[in-house]
């Protein structure tokens, strides 16, 4: 079975063929950051004109480079989201086009599924599983049962953790995109332990014994400790890395209430597995702070390996193998959709 995926719900143009046997037969991105560097952050419009720019020789591209022909495809995948409406629309339309030239079951792929779904690219991950799920639009943690089928166990009050890391650097003064900007700045420090006490940060809500989230304080405290006295290089260091460090210890610690429920509510559930995914997922940081946590709580960690934490066409042309195995297609009447909830995946398969 193979499958032509595209992804166009952001920034990044993916385009990927995958088969069956978790073969990636090709995987194309093109990524936008110049194109949005100068504004800071990701610009709809701008965004759509160069999804629509490129998509054709994206798609040519990645199909020359699995050597098939599109009469070889079983299906093609196409983000229909949630995203950026002009971006989403690009990408749908373009694999609803080769779909009815070919005469090709059109899959719409939901782009937090696909996220969701992506380690069993590398390996069989039996349902269900617990995920963690960090962007920079989502903060969430989830069950997947199945495919199709996840049930929502915790979600942010305001920001993702993806925009307190970019918004965070962009207050320091780093160039976009801020999180692996961050990251770097933060690896800089030479004393966690110091930098920790200079910018004493603690995780947000710790004594609530509800799983939630909320990162909204965390930039606010950022900005104070900006405004508070002029910075050097090293105390930008030693900021970047308390904040890193107080925001990997803030995921791990839900996510240790999170494994805690899992457990009670899967008591027959054999090694358990904890998915992270997402941009965010790429943290070397947050990773260490997560296997930690797992392996505390008897769980196996499972991240997808860096190039596949990003947007990307191969996790959509993943799950749309998951979603056509399945049974689970859609018309060509499928609207795009800037807002969909995974609890809303029953109402456009068939």
């Given at each position: 079975?193979?499958i032509?995926?595209?992804?166009?719900?952001?920034?990044?143009?993916?385009?990927?063929?995958?088969?069956?046997?978790?073969?990636?037969?090709?995987?194309?991105?093109?990524?936008?950051?110049?194109?949005?560097?100068?504004?800071?952050?990701?610009?709809?419009?701008?965004?759509?004109?160069?999804?629509?720019?490129?998509?054709?020789?994206?798609?040519?591209?990645?199909?020359?480079?699995?050597?098939?022909d599109?009469?070889?495809?079983?299906g093609?995948?196409?983000?229909?989201?949630?995203?950026?409406?002009?971006?989403?629309?690009?990408?749908?339309?373009?694999?609803?086009?080769?779909?009815?030239?070919?005469?090709?079951?059109?899959?719409?792929?939901?782009?937090?599924?696909?996220?969701?779904?992506?380690?069993?690219?590398?390996?069989?991950?039996?349902?269900?599983?617990?995920?963690?799920?960090?962007?920079?639009?989502?903060?969430?943690?989830?069950v997947?049962?199945?495919?199709?089928?996840?049930?929502?166990?915790?979600?942010?009050?305001?920001?993702?953790?993806?925009?307190?890391?970019?918004?965070?650097?962009?207050?320091?003064?780093?160039?976009?995109?801020?999180?692996?900007?961050?990251?770097?700045?933060?690896?800089?420090?030479?004393?966690?332990?110091?930098?920790?006490?200079?910018?004493?940060?603690?995780?947000?809500?710790?004594?609530?014994?509800?799983?939630?989230?909320?990162?909204?304080?965390?930039?606010?405290?950022?900005?104070?400790?900006?405004?508070?006295?002029?910075?050097?290089?090293?105390?930008?260091?030693?900021?970047?890395?308390?904040?890193?460090?107080?925001?990997?210890?803030?995921l791990?610690?839900?996510?240790?209430?999170?494994m805690?429920?899992?457990?009670?509510?899967?008591?027959?559930?054999?090694?358990?597995?904890?998915?992270?995914?997402?941009?965010?997922?790429a943290?070397?940081?947050?990773?260490?702070?997560?296997?930690?946590?797992?392996?505390?709580n008897?769980?196996?960690l499972?991240?997808?390996?860096?190039?596949?934490c990003?947007?990307?066409?191969?996790?959509?042309?993943?799950?749309?193998?998951?979603?056509?195995?399945?049974?689970?297609?859609a018309?060509?009447?499928?609207?795009?959709?800037?807002?969909?909830?995974?609890?809303?995946?029953?109402?456009?398969?068939?």
């Amino acid at each position: 079975m193979n499958i032509l995926g595209i992804e166009t719900s952001c920034d990044e143009t993916g385009v990927a063929v995958i088969n069956d046997q978790r073969e990636v037969l090709s995987h194309l991105v093109l990524s936008q950051i110049k194109n949005h560097q100068i504004f800071g952050g990701v610009v709809p419009e701008i965004a759509a004109r160069a999804h629509l720019d490129h998509i054709d020789t994206l798609i040519k591209a990645a199909m020359d480079q699995a050597g098939i022909d599109f009469s070889q495809l079983d299906g093609v995948a196409a983000t229909c989201g949630p995203g950026l409406i002009g971006g989403v629309m690009v990408g749908m339309m373009a694999g609803k086009s080769i779909a009815l030239a070919h005469h090709k079951p059109f899959i719409a792929v939901n782009h937090l599924e696909a996220h969701a779904l992506t380690p069993r690219l590398i390996k069989d991950i039996p349902f269900p599983y617990l995920v963690l799920l960090v962007s920079g639009g989502h903060t969430q943690i989830l069950v997947a049962e199945n495919v199709g089928v996840y049930h929502l166990w915790a979600s942010t009050r305001d920001d993702a953790v993806g925009e307190c890391f970019d918004k965070s650097a962009k207050m320091m003064g780093l160039p976009y995109p801020g999180g692996p900007h961050l990251e770097q700045l933060a690896a800089r420090c030479k004393n966690l332990p110091a930098a920790k006490i200079k910018f004493p940060f603690s995780i947000p809500m710790i004594h609530s014994k509800e799983i939630e989230f909320s990162f909204s304080g965390l930039k606010t405290a950022v900005r104070n400790a900006i405004d508070a006295e002029p910075q050097s290089e090293e105390s930008l260091a030693q900021l970047a890395a308390s904040l890193q460090s107080v925001l990997s210890e803030t995921l791990a610690f839900r996510a240790g209430q999170a494994m805690k429920k899992f457990k009670a509510a899967y008591p027959d559930k054999q090694n358990p597995a904890l998915i992270v995914c997402g941009g965010v997922s790429a943290n070397q940081s947050i990773r260490a702070a997560l296997d930690k946590s797992a392996h505390e709580n008897s769980f196996e960690l499972s991240a997808p390996p860096l190039e596949y934490c990003t947007d990307n066409g191969a996790m959509i042309a993943w799950a749309g193998i998951e979603l056509l195995k399945s049974g689970k297609t859609a018309g060509l009447n499928m609207k795009a959709r800037p807002r969909w909830p995974l609890a809303e995946l029953k109402d456009n398969q068939s």
